[in-house]
């Protein structure tokens, strides 16, 4: 039955990358169909990612986007951030936030698209596996198509951890590829919660290794 389940399956970046964090939690989860529930920081990235749409559409100006954030916080964000003995997590996360909103001073490039949505076909681990998700922002500029990508997590830790997180993009890439029939020239991290933007140069080599351990990581989940 579960070979059934892993050859119909939709997959993700998240969906693959999850199978390293804990395997038995990804069996409870994509095997069982064990219901997940929302928590602190998953209410916390979809608050920030909707003001963020809101703006990349023309649905809210540059400068309501921080008041939004402010009046709307505890409405939208209802679980309790975990115990921490060194600060207060929930208010934290708050002031950082909205830092980043008050001083957002949003995009000189051309808006092409928000929330992309995108149905793809990548072959790995000899079939046509199908990856489905959203792009966050697409965006072009005199070089190109530049991809976006929204993250609430803390600064990554490693160069390490970034080339990981970047495979989410390339399979972004991917996607954009065939909306456009061009890849992306550059690929951006806007980790707002912290103040950083990442900034990388699409590469071909990296593409290719992103195929790779897509194959890799369905072909140890079949094992």
């Known amino acids: 039955m579960y070979i059934d389940i892993l050859d119909n399956m939709n997959w993700s970046f998240s969906r693959l990358n999850s199978f ?3 395997k038995r939690n990804w069996y409870y989860n994509y095997i ?3 219901e997940s529930s929302d928590n602190f920081f998953s209410q916390y990235g979809t608050f920030a990612h909707k003001i963020f749409e809101y703006y990349n559409k023309g649905k809210m100006e540059l400068f309501e986007m921080s008041k ?3 009046d709307n916080f505890n409405n939208e964000i209802t679980m309790d951030a975990p115990p921490n003995k060194f600060v207060d997590l929930k208010e934290s996360y708050f002031k950082k936030g909205y830092n980043y909103f008050v001083n957002f001073n ?3 490039d051309e808006f ?3 929330e992309v949505p995108f149905d793809i076909n ?3 681990y ?3 596996r199908r990856f489905i998700g959203y792009i966050d922002r697409i965006s072009k500029d005199e070089n190109g198509y530049i991809i976006t990508d929204y993250k609430s997590k803390g600064k990554f830790k490693s160069q390490e951890e970034l080339k990981e997180y970047t495979r989410q993009l390339y399979i972004y890439a991917i996607a954009l590829k065939e ?3 061009e890849y992306p020239y550059k690929l951006v991290f806007e980790q707002f919660k912290e103040g950083i933007t990442i900034e990388q140069p699409f590469v071909i080599d990296n593409l290719k290794e992103t195929k790779k351990w897509i194959s890799s990581t369905i072909k140890n989940i079949y094992a």
Do not use: D, H, Q
Request: hydrophobic fraction near 20%; include cysteine.
């Open 20 to 22: 390293y964090s804990c």
């Open 32 to 34: 069982m169909k064990k």
């Open 68 to 70: 939004y954030y402010s």
């Open 106 to 108: 949003g995009y000189c």
């Open 112 to 114: 092409v698209g928000s």
């Open 122 to 124: 990548i072959k790995a």
């Open 126 to 128: 000899n079939k046509e």
């Open 179 to 181: 909306m456009y029939n």
